[in-house]
C-alpha cells in the first residue's frame, strides 16, 4: 500500500519513513529531494528550477506536479509521498495523476504531534559532532546518561537548533493551519488514518504496521 505522510515539523517522520524503508522497502519520495535531483542533472527544468531557487522564489505547484507525475510513473507503488500534498488543489491533481497511473491504492497517513511534544524534539535536539549520535535533552530516554556528554565517545555534545521557540511555534502552527483542508479533503475521501506521533518512534512505526498490513 502507498502511504501519504501529512507531518507537522518534528513529528519523527524522517525515522518512521527509514524504518519503513528498511522493513518493507519503502521509497521515499520527497518534493524537496525531487527538486534537488532535477537541479542537479543539469536539465532545461532543472535550470529553471535553480534560477527560481537562487531568487528566493517558490517553485511553482506546475512543476513540482510534473517532476511527482514524472518520478511516480516509475516507482508506481510502494512508495511514501512527503512534503506533497500541501493544499487542496495539490491533493485534487494528485488524484488526477493517480488515475492516469492507474495507482488506486494509497492511505493518508497524518503523524499527529502536540506543539508541546513537537518542540521539545525540535529544541532539545544535541548532537554529537565526533560520531554523529544525536539526543534530546527534554526526554529522559533520550538523553545522555552525562549532561552534554556523548555516550558513546565522551565527546561535548553541541545544539544545533535552527529554530528558537518562537520561529518553531509559529512555523508548527502555520503547519497545521495550511494542512488542514487536506486532512479534511482526505477524511472526505476516506483515506485519512491518524497516528499518535507522541509515542516514541518505534511505537508509532508499529501503528502505521496495522494500518498497512490489513
Ligand atoms: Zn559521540
Known amino acids: 500500500m502507498n502511504l501519504i505522510f501529512i507531518a507537522p515539523p518534528a513529528a519523527g517522520k524522517g525515522t518512521v519513513s527509514s524504518l519503513l524503508a528498511t522493513n518493507y522497502g519503502y521509497q521515499h519520495i520527497s518534493t524537496g529531494d525531487l527538486l534537488r535531483k532535477e537541479i542537479n542533472s543539469g536539465s532545461e527544468l532543472g535550470m529553471q528550477v535553480q534560477e527560481i531557487v537562487n531568487q528566493g522564489d517558490l517553485v511553482s505547484d506546475d512543476i513540482i506536479t510534473e517532476l511527482l507525475m514524472k518520478e511516480l ?39 499527529a504531534v502536540t506543539e508541546e ?32 556528554i556523548c555516550d558513546n565517545c565522551g565527546n561535548a555534545l553541541s545544539t544545533r537548533n535552527e529554530d528558537t521557540e518562537e520561529t518553531f511555534k509559529y512555523r508548527y502552527q502555520k503547519y497545521l493551519d495550511v494542512t488542514a483542508p487536506v486532512l479534511q479533503y482526505y477524511q472526505d475521501l476516506d483515506k485519512l488514518s491518524t497516528v499518535d506521533a507522541n509515542q516514541p518512534s518505534d511505537q508509532v512505526f508499529e501503528d502505521i504496521k496495522k494500518i498497512i498490513e490489513v
Request: hydrophobic share 35%; charged share 25%; aromatic share 12%.
Open 73 to 111: 510513473a516509475k516507482v508506481k507503488s510502494g512508495f511514501i509521498l512527503d512534503g506533497y500534498p500541501r493544499n487542496v488543489e495539490q491533493a485534487e491533481k494528485l488524484n488526477t495523476i493517480f488515475t492516469s497511473l492507474n495507482i488506486p491504492d494509497y492511505r493518508v497517513i497524518y503523524l
Open 117 to 148: 511534544v513537537a518542540t521539545k524534539r525540535a529544541l532539545g535536539r544535541i548532537i554529537c559532532n565526533k560520531c554523529g549520535r544525536t539526543y534530546n535533552k527534554y526526554f529522559t530516554e533520550l538523553a545522555p546518561k552525562v549532561t552534554n
